[in-house]
């Protein structure tokens, strides 16, 4: 026996039981603009969707990756460009505390390994970088210096020079 609905209420053809329609996702093109099921149960119709078909889903989802990953790419640069100084500035943040740039006029916009002026990085000289969480980083002026990038690598590979040893 199906009850009638009050104003306020709908009857789920999930669960068989009569809800509040806050229950009920919207759907415009219904008679009363909700979907014939509670939230609960979509939800598991969903659940059991899923699982019944995920190499399907897992497939498509790669192909489509594959198939857009170029428009997508430029859609994530075009943000970026859009949004660059927001990314730079939190990432030199998390990365030298602010110092970035005060460290680079300290040490003259030059490596103080080999005296180079390109592609210039912040090295941690007590190696608590990037490698350990933001609040472990000792992103203190005396613990920073500036290389060039080949110098970097030299330095974290161990056959790096400090201040021409």
């Not at 740039?101 to 680079?104: A, E, G, T, V």
């Not at 103080?112 to 180079?116: L, M, N, T």
């Given at each position: 026996m199906i009850l009638e609905p009050i104003k306020d209420t709908k009857y789920c053809s999930g669960c068989n039981k009569?809800?509040?329609i806050s229950e009920f996702h919207r759907r415009r093109r219904n008679k009363d603009g909700l979907v014939y099921t509670c939230k609960i149960c979509r939800q598991n119709e969903t659940l059991k969707y899923r699982l019944k078909y995920r190499d399907l889903i897992n497939k498509r989802k790669r192909e489509s990756y594959h198939r857009d990953k170029y428009k997508n790419r430029h859609k994530r640069h075009a943000y970026y460009l859009r949004n660059k100084e927001h990314f730079l500035s939190k990432s030199e943040i998390q990365r030298y505390g602010r110092n970035r740039?005060?460290?680079?006029e300290r040490d003259g916009f030059k490596c103080?390994?080999?005296?180079?002026n390109k592609k210039l990085a912040i090295h941690h000289v007590d190696g608590k970088g990037t490698t350990v969480p933001t609040a472990e980083r000792n992103n203190n002026l005396e613990n920073l210096m500036t290389v060039c990038s080949l110098c970097h690598i030299r330095l974290h590979i161990g056959k790096g020079q400090l201040n021409g040893q």
């Open positions: 009569v809800k509040p740039q005060n460290i680079l103080q390994i080999c005296g180079s």
